[in-house]
């Protein structure tokens, strides 16, 4: 049996995870709620929170696991992209593991994982597989074609789907993140109220820019144009008015815009591959609005679709371990002098 101990550190959750043969035996995160009141995720204040629940997280991981340190056949961790501080304490944390335990250390990409988090629990896609990665620093389309082989064929030329919800949030006066509070108020609006335009991006790459400013002009309007006109100006309070009387309308035509996006680019994608074993990944699949939306495509144009449980969407040491252990199977091990980065090509 391959026990894999893995760790993630990318961003704002600091998780350890324990696989043994690809099961997931534990995946145990704690999320740090401190960035909630600065309205997004303060670099420094992540590494100090990481630094904290390290030691904890690895524990309670072990614990849950049923396993002890002894057990483990190698150590995983998230080695790029992400914010450099945090990768730096999972990173280095997991390289004086792997020595102290005399045990092979393996390198993960983040959104190889993300991907890979489709291979937790059946049923599983064949290969080769497309992926819809969606999340807060990432939109992208990979065609899989083996766990250890995978390129990214469209991704965002500007902000990532996350951000689009997270930005637009924030514009309607909502706290960060935002994603889901827009999902929970578009579930009881109306998406056909309010129109905002599809960007026209050739071939699979996607942006989100030009709707964050059509929803801003959309609100400094309060509602009468997506377009910035002098005469349309609305004051302070006829905003807050309109976003008040309207917050379900907007979030669910804003949701609707940003599903219709990604969803047609997928459909794109799926066409040119010839691919019909398709997934979702990242936090962003955690949307209602998308997953009904990917199933409905699905049906149509005969898909088989797949999306991984809620706890492997957003960020987890759970796809890390899976990753890690396919990496363990292809022989993929990376020495103690390797270092983290935040950004990395695949
Ligand atoms: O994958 P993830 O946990 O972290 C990154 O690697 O970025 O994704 C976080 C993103 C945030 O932008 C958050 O607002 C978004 O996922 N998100 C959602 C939902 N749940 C999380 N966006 C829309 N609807 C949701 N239900
Ligand atoms: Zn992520």
Request: overall charge neutral; aromatic content about 8%.
């Amino acid at each position: 049996m391959i026990t894999i101990l893995a760790i993630e550190s990318s961003c704002d959750e600091t998780s350890a995870a324990v696989c043994a043969d690809g099961k997931i035996l534990s995946n145990f995160i704690a999320n740090q709620t401190i960035h909630e009141k600065y309205g997004g995720v303060v670099p420094e204040l992540a590494s100090r929170a990481h630094m904290q629940n390290i030691v904890p997280v690895v524990d309670a991981a072990i614990k849950n696991a049923g396993c002890s340190l002894a057990a483990i056949d190698a150590v995983a961790f998230t080695r790029a992209p992400g914010l450099i501080g945090s990768l730096l304490v999972g990173g280095q944390f997991a390289k004086s593991l792997a020595l102290a335990l005399n045990k092979p250390l393996i390198a993960v990409h983040h959104m190889q994982a993300h991907v890979l988090a489709n291979l937790i629990d059946d049923p599983k896609p064949s290969f080769p597989f497309l992926c819809l990665t969606v999340s807060g620093g990432h939109t992208q389309i990979v065609l899989c074609e083996s766990p250890t082989a995978m390129k990214v064929i469209g991704e965002t030329i500007d902000d990532a789907a996350g951000e689009a919800f997270d930005k637009s949030a924030k514009l309607l006066g909502l706290p960060y993140p935002g994603g889901p509070l827009i999902d929970k108020f578009a579930r009881e609006g109306d998406h056909t109220r309010f129109k905002f335009p599809e960007p026209q991006i050739p071939g699979l790459n996607f942006s989100f820019s030009g709707l964050k400013t059509s929803i801003l002009y959309f609100l400094q309007n309060a509602g009468k144009s997506n377009l910035y006109k002098e005469e349309f100006a609305a004051t302070e309070e006829e905003r807050k008015q309109f976003i008040d009387n309207n917050l379900a309308d907007i979030c669910a035509s804003i949701q609707h815009r940003i599903v219709t996006i990604l969803l047609n680019k997928l459909k794109k994608a799926s066409i040119e591959t010839g691919i019909k074993d398709i997934c979702l990944a990242g936090g962003v699949s955690a949307n209602s609005g998308l997953r009904k939306s990917f199933e409905e495509m699905g049906k149509k144009y005969h898909w088989n679709t797949f999306s991984p449980a809620f706890q492997y969407c957003t960020d987890n040491a759970g796809m890390i371990a899976i990753t890690g252990y396919y990496k363990y199977m292809a022989g993929q091990f990376s020495d103690l002098t390797i270092s983290s980065t935040a950004r990395a090509e695949w």
